[in-house]
């Protein structure tokens, strides 16, 4: 008997219905009835983690603070619950077999075949439930990633049906999130490819007992009853999952649904107390009643996909309820910007931030992107390696060091302001190999960034190889680029700053990674809220 619960998420019909965002708004509504609850995430492609994919790939990379490079998925957990996760919380097929490899290689199988089964399966159930034995949670809600019938998922759903053998009745569930398509010609929604989706995970060996149907038009009580009758589930545990205007609208629309009030009664648990939700609808009314807008420009070289830059996207959400102000994200490619068009392509913008990124690509756009925010006096957040461009424009534009660069980009410039630590000039492998997850950060009194967070010392989140090269700070700082925030046992640089323009900040760290609902970045909070002072300065000018 497990005194911890499990839930499984799966998927089916089609990928991208929103596994992570339903798995997070249960989560949230059993966090809000006083259940500790947390969730992970069962990759099924073979990459160790996402660390080495290409952002066009999969989104953008997550850290957590134990410097786990995971999937997008584990920022919506930490968004929704607040709750910090770890390497813990996302496994991936090559975390599996790189395991039980090393593990055969040790001879721990006692020169046994290495099978699938057992042996795979049983490392995917010692991930699982890797959390549920530490304790500190009463559910843990699992989604698999991928679609059922995929080959790539198949050793993680047996695992699963193995483990709700093992947990018992009323200790496992699965939650089945498939698609209802709306066919125009025909006028109406078609049940059928859920009843194959619930079909292909029977013959699996697993009932669903819980079907959540993503849909474009409500779902009718005769629809309803069609699917519970042809899927094996009790009516009231068919859950209506229409589009929402936002993701933080989702947990509600559950409730009202009543996924949390079935799925208690399917793991027998008590079902007394309504979820306290107070907090989450008062961002909700913020966020869907601003006072004003601003428009900010996020100069980036992934920007054709939105999931590039998921974080920061969700930072300006935060940020903007806080401020009571609607913030418009204007994407912008960093590769088409040039001296000769920035302003073009920049004007009205309220704010400037730099995105993060690797590589040479797009790289000079960015710089023309810091003078035009530094000369015009907008309001200016550099990320990574935003921060990093923010360091090279100022030496070329202020110092007059015109080949300054990154040896990131350029290994023979004669300015290296950005460079590789010692420790890194020799590593080969790229995977897990930068700084990564949580460092200290002390912060220089009566700086800017001082005010923002209201505290000396912190610890934020970082990704990344290459540094600010501290040979250069004394003739940098003269100039006006003052190093504001410092790592307090290797001397690394982690913030700048310029004192004289109105907001001008530079953050070697992700602090994207860090904001939720309940504790919106204070970071993004003093941008926007700068930004939309500079606008209000700017409105005034041209009235008066």
Known sequence: MSDTKYIFVTGGVTSSLGKGIIAASLAKLLQARGYRTTIQKLDPYINVDPGTLNPYEHGECYVTDDGAETDLDLGHYERFLNVRTSQANNVTTGRIYQSVIEKERRGEFLGKTVQVVPHITNEIKERIQILGKSGDYDIIITEIGGTVGDIESLPYI????????????????????????????????????????????????????????????????????????????RKEAVIQSIDASTIYDVPLLMQEEGLDTVTLEKLALPNTTEPNLDQWKEFLQRHKNPKDKVVIGLIGKYV????????????????????????????????????????????????????????????????????????????????????????????????????????????????????????????????GTMRLGSWDCHLKEGSLVHGVYGASDMEERHRHRYEFNNKYKEQLEEAGLVASGLNPKTGLVEVVEIPSHPWFVGVQYHPEYKSTVASPHPLFVGFVKAVLNHKQKQNNASLA
């Open 158 to 233: 047996e695992s699963v049906r193995q483990l709700l053998w093992e947990l018992g009745e009323h200790n496992g569930i699965v939650i089945h999130l498939t698609l209802v398509p709306f066919l125009s010609a025909a006028g109406e929604l078609k049940t059928k490819p859920t009843q194959h989706s619930v079909k292909t995970l029977m013959e699996s060996g697993i009932k669903a007992d819980i079907l959540v149907c993503r849909t474009e038009h409500h779902i009718s009580e005769d629809i309803k009853e069609k699917l519970a009758l042809f899927c094996n589930v």
């Open 304 to 431: 054709e996909l939105p999931d590039s830059y998921k974080s920061i996207q969700e930072a300006f959400i935060h940020a903007g309820a806080t401020n009571e102000v609607e913030v418009e994200v204007k994407s912008i490619h960093s590769e088409h910007l040039s001296a000769k068009n920035i302003e073009k392509k920049l004007q009205g913008l309220d704010g400037i931030l730099v995105a993060p990124g690797f590589g040479e690509r797009g790289i000079e756009g960015k710089v023309n992107a810091v003078t035009y925010a530094r000369e015009n006096n907008i309001p200016f957040l550099g990320i990574c390696l935003g921060m990093q461009m923010a360091v090279i424009e100022f030496a070329r534009t202020v110092l007059g060091l015109s080949q300054a660069n990154s040896t990131e980009m350029n290994k023979d410039t004669p300015d290296p302001v950005i460079s590789l630590m010692e420790e890194q000039k020799n590593i080969t492998n790229k995977g």
